[in-house]
Every structure is written in C-alpha cells, then in structure tokens.
C-alpha cells in the first residue's frame, strides 16, 4: 500500500471528522439557546458518568452504581421525549460522522487493539485497485438498472432459451438481491456471470458492490489478467507493493473477478487461481466471503480451459446466471 495514499486519506477523515465535530456544537448551541432544558440535561448526564467512574474505583456499592444508572434513564426518557415535540430526531444532538462505526477515525479501537475499518479499507481499495471499474458507482446501481432494454421475445434457436432475455435477467436479477440480502449466510452461494459481452454483467457486479459497501462489507475489483499477473509479481517479489493485494484477495468480503477466460493462462496462474477460489469458500476465521465471478465462456469452454477441479467448484458452490439476448451496447432505447 502506497504510505502517501494512506496519509492523504487520514488528513481527509480528520477534516471529516472535524467538521462533524464543529457542526454538532453549532446545533447545540441553537437548540440550547431555546431550550435550556436540554442543556441542563446533558450537564447532569456528564456529572452522573463522572460520579459513576468515581463510584467503580472509590466503591463496591452496586446500590449507588443502579441509583446512578436510574437516574441516568430518567434524564434520557426526559431528552428523547424533548426532541420528539421539536420534530427532532434522537440522535439530533450527536455527530454526523459519515461512518458511525469508526467515527471518521478510519479505525476501531476493540480490546485495547486498533484495527483499520472497512471504511478506510474501502477507500484504499477504490483508490489502488478498483480505479474506474466499480468507482462509478453513482451511476451502476440497481435504480439505474433497465430491464426494458432486454428483449421481451422469446428466440429458443438464438438464445437456447424458452423464455425471453427480459424474464432472464429479471430472474438474474432477483438472484443478486437475495445474494445481498443473504450475504453474511454461509449457505448463500457465491455468483458466476455467464455469456457474451454487452449484456451488463459488469454493470450488475457494481449494482451489488454498491449495496455491499451501503452496508460497511469490503469490496475489491480485479480483472482475471491483472489479478494473477499481480500473484505472479508477489510470488516472485517482483512488486512490494503487491503484497497488500495479494493478502486481500484472501480476506476482503466480497472479491469481483471480472473477464475470467482472457488472461494468459499457464500452470502457475491456473495453481493461484484454484486456491483463491477454494479458499475463499472455506470461509476461514469465521469471516463469511464472498465472490462474484463474470466470464465470457461458456460452461463447456471453462471446464474445457479450467479443468474439473476448478469448474466442480463453481458448479457446486456459485449460483449460475447465464446472460443472454442482444449487445446492450447497440441498443438505444
């Protein structure tokens, strides 16, 4: 990982952070100013935690700790039912971090050890290795994705289907969101994108990127190409910088291996590949991942390319859409 990118995303959080931090005093103090109560209320919440630190060290008495803690609820009914007749919201008088988990830290602090947050892992992801394949996120969502530029004719010779590339892909579609909603389940099986160019398989992994990273999951993009050249570069120390990659592609939750079939394949790369696949579905330190797999062959072509070891993989583990109908490239509607 490249230090300078590092320091100029810690430099962004910090001014996140902090204008959070000035915007939460700046609704304090409008809001105190009309309704002195509030700030009455939150002085005494801070004496009561004081007086609770004090009792813990200096007492052993759990009858002055529940008195406290009493107290305490009473004083928070009072706030809640405050800002409920003001129209306000709960958390009205807390920071807006934009990631609650870390609070614009770029880390979590867990029994007495730091740990960089998804967030920042995130960030460090889209800047070195997603770049512009799934950065466009504010376009390649699920509201941005039509249905109504597949076909709605049924072609059985063209497609080898009996049903139309519109009902196909409705059915593509839902499977992705049950794979969003059913992430974190063990049994929920990973995804292969299958079938020629233009027909949004691309467009779809970014729609499930985007919700996945909604909901603080990890995502890394790589192209079958440039993911195994950068395995071969790690493995033979060609690149320092590949050793970040190379880990992550073992640990991040969700791995989106785009063009799978147009790399250069030869017995080192197929080995890596075998192993980050099988890898991943042994969901070691009970870290449920994920992966999504786009290629432009066929079934037969892959397990005629990829052999039996890796294709009974797929078949067994990953829930197979097969893609089909016109280049939605050429289609202007």
């Known amino acids: 990982m490249n230090n300078a990118i590092l320091t100029s995303l810690l430099k962004d959080y910090e001014r996140k952070r902090l204008y ?100 920042l892992k995130q960030e460090i992801f889209n800047i070195e290795y997603n770049k512009s394949n799934i950065a466009n996120l504010q376009n390649q969502n699920f509201e941005n994705f039509s249905l109504e530029k597949y076909s709605n004719i049924v072609d059985k010779e063209k497609f080898n289907s009996e049903i139309s590339p519109r009902e196909n892909i409705a059915l593509i579609k839902k499977i992705c969101l049950n794979f969003i909603d059913n992430f974190d389940d063990p049994n929920e099986k990973n995804l292969l994108f299958t079938g020629t160019t233009g027909l949004g398989k691309t467009f779809l992994s970014s729609c499930i990127a985007k919700e996945l990273i909604q909901k603080d999951k990890t995502v890394l993009y790589q192209t079958a190409p440039i993911m195994l050249d950068t395995i071969i570069d790690y493995k033979f120390n060609k690149n320092t910088s590949s050793d970040l990659t190379y880990k992550n592609l073992f640990d991040v939750d969700l791995l989106i291996i785009d063009d799978l079939g147009t790399e250069s394949l030869n017995n080192i790369k197929f080995t890596e590949l075998f192993n980050i696949i099988n890898t991943r579905l042994l969901n070691q330190n009970n870290k449920c991942l994920k992966t999504i797999i786009s290629t432009n062959l066929s079934l037969p072509i892959l397990n005629k390319t990829y052999g039996e070891r890796i294709t009974s993989r797929l078949i067994g583990s990953y829930n197979i859409c097969r893609f089909f109908g016109d280049d939605l490239r050429f289609i202007t509607r």
């Open 20 to 119: 959070a931090e000035k915007d939460l005093e700046e609704r304090k103090k409008n809001l105190y100013l009309e309704n002195p109560r509030l700030q009455e209320i939150d002085n005494e919440l801070s004496k009561i935690g004081i007086s609770c630190a004090k009792s813990l060290i200096m007492s052993n008495s759990s009858d002055i700790l529940e008195q406290l803690n009493k107290n305490i609820d009473v004083l928070k009914v009072e706030k809640k039912q405050i800002l409920k007749k003001l129209n306000l919201p709960d958390d009205y008088l807390l920071p807006n971090y934009s990631c609650k988990l870390c609070k614009d830290t770029g880390y979590i602090e867990k029994n007495y050890t730091s740990t960089m947050c998804n967030c």
